[in-house]
């Protein structure tokens, strides 16, 4: 391994007897101290890859290295890493202290060296005085502190979570994503952490590895995935968006025309060197679009009818149809929504050049 990268991963498989391989020659760098997370829908392998780093799966082929160690192999137990369950997997019989104390009373630790560490990773995850209790007297969004503290009372190298919020009510689940990258900036520990959430994935990662079908998509920071999505599948699964597909009918010096055949209407993309021809899916955040009665020259627009607006609390989404009946979504702030005199009446969803997302077939 060269430079800072702390974990990698090398042309790992993973297959289950006959079936077709869950994992496909996924290769991964993670730097040191990284809060990464490996994003998809279920069944994409993202839960697989996690496994194979605990240990709890062996790849098929392929190696896992950390810290310039071959852990391929290893066992679980002689990994330098820990796992954050979404069941939280404490022990129901001990109380909040011995189940945090259970790792080092493994290892033989000191009863004094044990009380000193448990009574700092208590002040760390904020439940000093909680010692006595027992989980089933512990909220959730406790409990999962309780394992996470568990989980690093060992100082492992790197921390492994397995959607450990998803168990939580959105309210806790929103005060935990926080929480855990407070913890994660404080302790120093390169986290990898699993979820299918993207706004979970936004909100906490330092990068974020987008996963489907067993393959990598793309990998790079919330706002590189947001704003420059280099697949389809990313720019719809991160985040809501609009996906017109066209191609170039005519070329200009700054911009080219683009004939969406399924909404048959055209709209303008910059030009970067593009040809006759060349066919792409433009994607375009519904934040980015403003509904009009009239469009300015710059605009990039599209003729519509109303068709459905939805109050979401933060912002009024709007609902149009296109000429031939497909819907486009526009979410456009409570104090600036357009407001629709009658629901027959033309009016244009528009947006900046700027605001295409091009995407090349």
Request: aromatic share 8%; net charge neutral.
């Amino acid at each position: 391994m060269t430079g800072d990268v702390f974990v990698q991963l090398s042309n790992v498989c993973k297959s289950f007897g006959s079936e077709d391989a869950v994992v496909k020659g996924l290769n991964l760098d993670i730097k040191k101290g990284e809060f990464l997370t490996l994003l998809g829908p279920s069944g994409c392998g993202k839960t697989t890859t996690l496994r194979m780093i605990a240990g709890f799966e062996i790849p098929t082929s392929g190696n896992i290295v950390i810290d310039g160690e071959d852990i391929t192999y290893k066992l679980p137990n002689e990994r330098c890493v820990n796992t954050v369950f979404q069941s939280y997997a404490l022990f129901p019989h001990m109380n909040i202290y011995d189940n945090i104390a259970f790792g080092l009373k493994m290892k033989k630790t000191s009863k004094s060296e044990i009380k000193r560490i448990v009574s700092e990773i208590l002040k760390i995850v904020q439940l000093e005085g909680f010692e006595n209790r027992m989980p089933s007297q512990m909220s959730g969004g406790q409990m999962q502190r309780v394992a996470i503290a568990r989980a690093i009372v060992n100082n492992p190298k790197v921390l492994l979570l397995d959607e450990p919020l998803g168990a939580l009510d959105l309210k806790l689940r929103k005060q935990m994503q926080l929480e855990l990258k407070h913890l994660q900036r404080k302790l120093g520990i390169t986290f990898i952490f699993v979820t299918h959430d993207q706004e979970e994935a936004l909100t906490m990662s330092d990068r974020i590895v987008v996963m489907n079908e067993g393959l990598i998509e793309q990998v790079g920071t919330p706002e590189e995935l947001y704003e420059k999505p280099k697949t389809k599948f990313v720019a719809s699964f991160l985040g809501e968006t609009n996906l017109l597909e066209g191609e170039v009918v005519k070329v200009k010096e700054k911009e080219v025309l683009l004939h969406l055949p399924q909404e048959d209407d055209i709209i303008r993309i910059p030009n970067l060197s593009y040809i006759l021809g060349n066919k792409f899916t433009v994607s375009v955040r519904p934040e980015r679009i403003k509904i009009k009665q009239n469009f300015d020259e710059d605009d990039v627009y599209l003729e519509c009818r109303f068709k459905e607006r939805i109050y979401t609390g933060s912002s009024i989404k709007t609902v149009l149809t296109m000429k031939n009946g497909r819907e486009i979504v526009a979410n456009e702030p409570l104090d600036q929504g357009f407001q629709f005199r009658n629901d027959t009446d033309v009016v244009y969803a528009t947006w900046k050049t700027t605001h295409n997302i091009v995407i090349k077939a």
